[in-house]
């Protein structure tokens, strides 16, 4: 009898859930449904301060919240365009060195507990420990500490009064949650069970991670800034690129994050699937090692001369290459920095495309052409190893071409293919004459001072080239302690422009990656920094939703 | 035969100390580490910091030795590459592999065996030939090739199966039961069908030698003699007796149980056990390369004990031995 009791009970419950359902569909609302990405790579650890993948930031940011947003315009100076999260509103000190964030009384962990203002301190000293280990470390180097005014008011202390202290710690740094995380050891949380399962307050809640198959998340129906507009986002791992374009073309999945000219071309005159191009804060190019691999205190035989370093740059035809990699798909660098960065300069001085004037150059260096064409200088050869991670089929392409227009010159360039692991080992190790790689920058020019200042010069630094001018150093300081954005931009340039004419690499081109995405999902605006930055806004309207839209959250399993 | 049995335990759990020995020397001589992703944000200093947490800055006999250490007791140490415990991957993907290569491994010797009949029963016809000739053309054509053509074809131009995965990512967990196994299975067919296609040949040609030995044997002529159909003798007479090398192939192939096959699951998205070694490489994740040369070279060692065994078994002469 009671069991009866039970079954009617559940009966109605599912008969008024799926009459809500069909109302909700019926009035048009936009929440519900399903997008399915198909992804090539995995997530690794979802702990936004030690996240390195690309999956692993993205679901991180859906998690997890900011006690403030940045602006779709990138603003990196003061708090202008941020918006409010986790933080209602904040007031500045009168000296600038701390900032008081109001927390939204409403905001609660996805396990319901309320979020406090001494999770941001626990989430300050947790980002500053160096148990951690965060690579978010030299990023958040500005914030001293965060103490707690009372439980809803947290204050950020800086060591210096700097424009972008109000970006280091909105944007830099995810609130965690200090309930959970206080009982682990810093230097345990990469393995921990929470990295696997994170809970944060963000509009999507994590569902679901089966390692190397499929990641799920679901919308927090009960979130303080409303509820994701999609039921559900399933991330599919799809190592095969031909794969996960299927996958799109047969409905199987919504989204594909990367596609080849080739599959775009195969998307002409499909009404189910568009292309999806995003930006990206990602750069390209050969960068040539400023140090003697086998002695790093002297400089390199060929490449410690800038004069050489701007030979080889004018003998390569970067739009030509641009071309013949990328068709009508590629975008050419235009300096150290990709397009979509606010201090980007489109009028930067490039060594222009000119092998007259680069074989001139070299013959004026005594690096002589002989009987076989090729050049040397007192019986050393013009000659040297172009490293290039064999994964990266694009780079691939662009180090055959290099080695084709350098031997038209005389320049002998050998292809160093190799799998990532050892390329990097050779980056770090700073074993290399000259590599192929790319950058991702974050909206503030600060990534600089590590990717190509003197500070990040040093073995163990991520400036692998070595590259150091105190000249660039200064304009890049003074770009980011100049608290008019117009200045700061200015001086910005003038950092770009010293690193271009000393030429430590040839700026190839701005990774612009397209997908391609189901005509059904409706997009918000896609920020330069993260595409995925308003997923939660995405909608697919209820004309439009197949079988796995119309789930919805409180579907029982069998 | 019990005394035999444990002398070849004995070997066994030396041929395992010796490959995992040498697998440990060579996967720490490659170049890189299982910190040395693509991420090119993340700086040396950190990297380094992160080696040092899980011991890979120390020398590489202290290493050697601890892992051989926590291995005896059981733990197998963190996959980098999964970022779960091994054993938690290993679980995850051995049942997905040998769901596959089981389905895989037992359609293709069938059709393998059934093949061979057909070829050595209608031999000289038109239909030996033609079976003869489409065996060639699955046996000559690349894993990966063949697999995305099944796919693009049965999962796009014709779509009758899904394109890759296991199962539906969304709707499998709101499933009955019943259509849960029907989901299942329908995921399975585009790569256990590949699969069955690019071996079957294999086995055919294999069976079709044996079948090819045994049928001039008097035995065989007796069979004949004796008045019975063509269709019986190759049946109960030639291929029991051709059946027996067919074991040793068995044998051989039970190792690729648990392998995979890398490429069929790289393009079917099916996370089993040929794609997580791979993967497991690329990565320079030590601790899954080991742990997948363990289970591998346990189930050649397992395969080669059971062929034996089988072998006693099936064949009279050899148990009298």
């Known amino acids: ?558 | 035969m019990a005394r035999r049995l444990l002398a070849r335990l004995g070997q066994a759990a030396v041929v395992l100390w010796v490959v995992l020995s040498a697998v440990f020397l060579l996967i720490h001589a490659a170049p890189g580490d299982p910190f040395s992703f693509d991420a090119p944000n993340i700086s040396p200093a950190i990297r380094a910091q992160w080696r040092a947490a899980f011991g890979y800055d120390r020398p590489l006999g202290e290493q050697y030795v601890r892992y051989l250490s926590s291995a005896l007791h059981g733990d197998l140490g963190y996959s980098h590459s999964m970022h779960e415990p091994v054993r938690d991957a290993l679980a995850a993907a051995l049942p997905r592999t040998l769901l596959l290569m089981g389905v895989a491994l037992a359609l293709s010797f069938a059709l393998g065996v059934w093949l061979a009949l057909v070829e050595v029963r209608y031999a000289g016809t038109w239909r030996a030939r033609l079976t003869h000739r489409v065996a060639l053309f699955f046996y000559s054509l690349p894993d990966f090739w063949l697999a995305l053509v099944m796919l693009m074809a049965f999962a796009y131009w014709l779509p009758l199966f899904p394109a890759g995965g296991i199962v539906d990512p969304v709707l499998h967990d709101y499933m009955s039961p019943g259509r849960a196994l029907l989901d299942l299975l329908r995921h399975l067919v585009l790569p256990a069908l590949t699969l069955t296609l690019l071996s079957a040949a294999a086995i055919l040609r294999y069976q079709r030698s044996e079948l090819l030995e045994v049928l001039p044997m008097d035995f065989v002529r007796t069979a004949r003699a004796k008045g019975l159909d063509e269709h019986t003798v190759l049946r109960r007479h030639v291929l029991r007796n051709a059946l027996l090398p067919v074991i040793t192939l068995l044998g051989l192939a039970f190792p690729a149980l648990l392998g995979g096959a890398l490429f069929v699951e790289k393009v079917f998205a099916w996370p089993g056990m040929g794609y997580l070694a791979a993967s497991a490489i690329d990565a320079r994740d030590y601790p899954l390369v080991l742990a997948s040369v363990v289970v591998g070279s346990c189930m050649v060692i397992i395969g080669n004990l059971a062929a034996d065994v089988l072998y006693r078994l099936a064949d009279p002469r050899l148990r009298r031995q």
């Open chain 1, 1 to 558: 009898m009671r069991f009866s009791l039970l079954l009617a009970s559940a009966a109605s419950l599912l008969t008024l859930a799926a009459c809500s359902e069909t109302r909700q569909a019926a009035s048009g609302s936009p929440d519900g449904g399903t997008l399915v990405i198909a992804t090539p790579t995995d997530a690794d650890v979802l702990l936004p301060p030690l996240a390195a993948t690309q999956l692993s930031r993205e679901v991180c940011d859906q998690v997890f919240d900011h006690l403030a947003e940045i602006g779709d315009s990138l603003q990196t100076i003061g708090d202008a365009g941020f918006t409010p999260r986790l933080a209602q509103r904040w007031d500045w000190a009168r000296d600038s060195l701390s900032i008081a964030f109001h927390i939204d009384p409403k905001a609660r962990w996805h396990d319901g507990q309320p979020v406090r203002a001494s999770d941001v301190r626990f989430t300050v000293a947790l980002y500053k420990n160096p148990k951690l280990a965060s690579p978010f470390t030299p990023q958040v180097a500005n914030i001293d500490s965060a103490s707690v005014r009372d439980s809803l008011t947290a204050v950020v202390w800086f060591h210096q009064r700097r424009p972008e202290a109000f970006y280091d710690i909105a944007y830099q740094v995810a609130i965690l949650p200090e309930h959970l995380l206080r009982d682990i050891a810093p230097e345990k949380l990469m393995t921990s069970q929470f990295a696997r399962h994170p809970v944060g307050t963000g509009r999507f809640r994590f569902a679901r991670w089966d390692a190397g198959s499929r990641l799920e998340l679901v919308a927090d129906t009960a979130n303080y800034r409303g509820r994701a507009h999609l039921d559900r986002v399933v991330y599919t791992i799809t190592p095969d690129n031909n794969t996960g374009f299927t996958q799109l073309l047969s409905g199987q999945a919504d989204l594909f994050e990367i596609t080849t000219p080739d599959q775009l071309a195969q998307l002409k005159g499909n009404a189910k699937v568009r292309a999806f191009p995003y930006p990206s804060l990602q750069y390209a190019f050969m960068g040539f090692n400023l140090h003697d691999p086998k002695q790093p205190a002297r400089p390199h035989p060929i490449f410690g001369d800038a004069r050489v370093r701007r030979a080889i740059s004018m003998a390569l035809d970067r739009r030509g290459m641009l071309r013949n990699v990328f068709d009508t798909l590629g975008a050419i660098a235009y300096g150290p920095f990709p397009r979509s960065l606010g201090s980007a300069d489109t009028t930067l001085r490039l060594p222009p495309f000119d092998t007259t004037h680069a074989a001139a150059l070299l013959d004026s260096l005594g690096w002589k052409r002989g009987a076989d064409g090729m050049r040397a200088r007192d019986g050393h050869p013009l000659a040297f190893t172009l490293q290039v991670p064999t994964s990266s089929r694009v780079r691939m392409t662009y180090a055959t071409l290099i080695q084709d227009q350098l031997r038209r010159l005389g320049i002998t360039v050998d292809i160093g293919g190799m799998q990532f692991p050892e390329f990097m080992a050779h980056q770090d190790a700073r074993d290399f004459d000259a590599s192929l790689n790319a950058y991702s920058t974050d909206p503030s020019p600060g990534g600089y001072t590590q990717n190509w200042g003197s500070g990040g010069a040093h073995k163990g630094g991520s400036n692998s080239v070595g590259y150091s001018n105190p000249v660039f150093d200064a304009l890049l300081d003074s770009a980011l302690t100049s608290f008019d954005p117009a200045r700061a931009r200015a001086y910005a340039v003038r950092a770009y422009q010293v690193l271009a004419d000393d030429a430590p690499a040839v700026w190839l081109y701005d990774v612009l990656t397209v997908g391609a995405i189901s005509t059904r999902i409706h997009t918000a605006p896609l920020r330069a920094d993260e595409w995925w930055a308003h997923l939660a806004d995405w909608t697919i309207p209820p004309a439009e939703r197949i079988d796995r839209d119309r789930i919805g959250l409180g579907a029982a399993k069998p």
